[in-house]
């Protein structure tokens, strides 16, 4: 059985399930300008990765001070 365009099986509408532009929570995309969640990590539209912000940095210099503070305490014991 062969499927045509009329069928509807290939007929669907990705963008209809892309965010909407009015969102509070959302950014624009550095590559293509397009809006995007705050937490995405790649582009919806583009598809291109998107930077993580400033949060991370801090999340990860948090855990390397963590790590350090564990070696120290081991090397006390």
């Known amino acids: 059985m062969m499927h045509t365009d009329n069928d509807g099986y290939f007929n669907f509408k990705a963008e209809s ?4 532009e009015h969102s509070q929570d959302m950014k624009k995309c550095p590559h293509c300008g397009k809006p995007i969640p705050v937490d995405s990590l790649f582009c919806l539209y583009c598809g291109e990765a998107v930077p993580a912000g400033k949060k991370n940095i801090w999340m990860i210099l948090l855990m390397i001070l ?4 564990f070696i120290m305490w081991a090397v006390v014991l």
């Not at 399930?17 to 909407?20: G, S, W």
């Not at 963590?66 to 503070?69: H, M, Y």
């Open 17 to 20: 399930e892309l965010p909407e």
């Open 66 to 69: 963590i790590l350090a503070a």
